[in-house]
């Protein structure tokens, strides 16, 4: 079965120190990065009660991932698994998915705390982070039990996770 492509417009843009791929963080809780999102005017109205937050999702485009395959090695470990099983950017739609700390608003502007996006990073959509909705007790981690304390936290080689 296949569905119409489905289009989105991005509602802002990443400010991030991270220039390229090696050496940014893999996942924004094993930083404390700073840098902002800008949201476009047309949508900062959209914004209004988000600084009641302190963390908040951030949906955007993995813009510069490599072509897409659907197993290979995550981050984390030197395996192979399918993409769906893993928060690697080459996926068949390239949408990352990161909790930052909100730290404020500035108008159209939020300064934010924990990247792991690349500077100029589409964002398409943002959405409170509420752990009443969204934190769940795991029974099982799959290939990312044990893999978590005894490897890099920062990508260091470009084998991995594309
Ligand atoms: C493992 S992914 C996890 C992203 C997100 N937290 C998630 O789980 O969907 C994080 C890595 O994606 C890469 N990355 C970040 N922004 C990107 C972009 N705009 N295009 C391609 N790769 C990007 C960086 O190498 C970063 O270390």
């Given at each position: 079965?296949?569905?119409?492509?489905?289009?989105?417009?991005?509602?802002?843009?990443?400010?991030?120190?991270?220039?390229?791929?090696?050496?940014?963080?893999?996942?924004?809780?094993?930083?404390?990065?700073?840098?902002?999102?800008?949201?476009?005017?047309?949508?900062?109205?959209?914004?209004?009660?988000?600084?009641?937050?302190?963390?908040?999702?951030?949906?955007y485009v993995?813009d510069?991932?490599?072509?897409?395959?659907?197993?290979?090695?995550?981050?984390?470990?030197?395996?192979?698994?399918?993409?769906?099983?893993?928060?690697?950017?080459?996926?068949?739609?390239?949408?990352?998915?990161?909790?930052?700390?909100?730290?404020?608003?500035?108008?159209?502007?939020?300064?934010?705390?924990?990247?792991?996006?690349?500077?100029?990073?589409p964002?398409?959509?943002?959405?409170?982070?509420?752990?009443?909705?969204?934190?769940?007790?795991?029974?099982?981690?799959?290939?990312?039990?044990?893999?978590?304390?005894?490897?890099?936290?920062?990508?260091?080689?470009?084998?991995?996770?594309?």
């Amino acid at each position: 079965m296949s569905l119409e492509p489905v289009t989105f417009r991005p509602i802002g843009i990443v400010h991030s120190p991270y220039k390229e791929k090696v050496g940014t963080p893999i996942q924004p809780s094993f930083d404390n990065t700073p840098g902002t999102i800008e949201i476009f005017a047309p949508y900062q109205e959209g914004l209004e009660g988000i600084e009641g937050f302190s963390h908040i999702y951030v949906l955007y485009v993995f813009d510069r991932a490599a072509e897409v395959k659907l197993k290979a090695s995550p981050f984390l470990r030197d395996i192979t698994v399918g993409v769906f099983a893993m928060r690697a950017p080459s996926r068949p739609n390239p949408i990352g998915l990161s909790v930052v700390e909100l730290k404020a608003r500035e108008g159209g502007l939020l300064r934010v705390v924990g990247l792991d996006m690349l500077d100029k990073t589409p964002v398409l959509d943002i959405k409170p982070y509420a752990p009443k909705f969204d934190i769940r007790e795991v029974t099982r981690l799959g290939w990312m039990e044990g893999a978590m304390e005894d490897t890099s936290r920062h990508r260091a080689d470009a084998r991995f996770g594309e």
